[in-house]
């Protein structure tokens, strides 16, 4: 059994930072890409970020989010700086991870973290 654990969302105002980890724990033989994605209200889940062969970002988010990821710690980290109101959503990490050697890869999903930009 594979679980993503999400932490660090909360209440900021404009122009603050906060910063998000997702940890895997579980039967974990190897994780290739970790992303994070979030969903704001009426909205559809978008991708905001992702670790993979390359990193890349949402246009919406370039030069103000960072992830980072520690393969020993199976953890995935996002700094986000000059927050704004538009940034407010849920935010979930995606793994994409294998439980054993040879095996399929599957998407296991956190169960999100709410992020709210106001004053």
């Known amino acids: 059994q594979v679980q993503l654990v999400e932490s660090g969302g909360g209440l900021v105002q404009p122009g603050g930072s906060l910063r998000l980890s997702c940890t895997a724990s579980g039967n974990i033989f190897s994780i290739s890409v970790m992303s994070w994605y979030r969903q704001a209200p009426g909205r559809e889940r978008e991708l905001v970020a992702e670790?993979?062969?390359?990193?890349n970002y949402a246009d919406s988010v370039r030069g103000r989010f960072t992830i980072t990821r520690d393969n020993a710690k199976k953890t995935l980290y996002m700094q986000m700086n000059n927050l704004q109101p538009e940034d407010t959503a849920v935010y979930y990490c995606?793994?994409?991870?294998?439980?054993?050697?040879?095996?399929?890869?599957?998407?296991?999903w956190g169960q999100g973290t709410q992020v709210t930009v106001s004053t």
């Open positions: 670790s993979g062969g390359s990193t």
């Open positions: 995606k793994f994409a991870a294998q439980t054993r050697s040879w095996g399929p890869w599957i998407a296991y």
